[in-house]
Nanobody, 125 residues
Framework: QVQLVESGGGLVQAGASLRLSCTAS????????TAWFRQALGKEREFVSS????????LDADSVKGRFTISRDNSRKTVSLDMNNLRPEDTAVYYC??????????????????WGQGTQVTVSS
């Protein structure tokens, strides 16, 4: 049984930093690209950042470039998202995901077959 468990969300003020983590079990984590998506209240789920299976190639949404950094530790089956200079518009539930079949990063939601339960990030102004 595949499980992805996120942690690290919370309530912060604008300009603060947070680190989200996601630990996987039951999946060949080291073979596949992983990603973070987010969903704000009343909006569709959107791509945030993705990383390839080696941890060397990254893909970021324009809205987070220069502020968020995705990383992974295959030995611990963990993918993390370091978020700096947070803005109120970053408020959302953040989800980690594992690609269905490829080690190449992708921004497309349907490329990912395994999802975590989500962790809330709230940024106050």
């Amino acid at each position: 049984q595949v499980q992805l468990v996120e942690s690290g969300g919370g309530l912060v003020q604008a300009g603060a930093s947070l680190r989200l983590s996601c630990t996987a079990s039951g999946v060949h984590f080291h073979s596949y690209a992983t990603a973070w998506f987010r969903q704000a209240l009343g909006k569709e789920r959107e791509f945030v950042s993705s990383i390839d299976w080696t941890g060397e190639s990254r893909l970021d949404a324009d809205s987070v470039k220069g502020r968020f950094t995705i990383s992974r530790d295959n030995s611990r089956k963990t993918v993390s998202l370091d978020m700096n200079n947070l803005r109120p518009e970053d408020t959302a539930v953040y989800y980690c995901a594992v690609h269905r079949q490829s080690g190449v990063p992708s921004p497309y939601l349907n490329d990912y077959s395994y999802w975590g339960q989500g962790t809330q990030v709230t940024v106050s102004s």
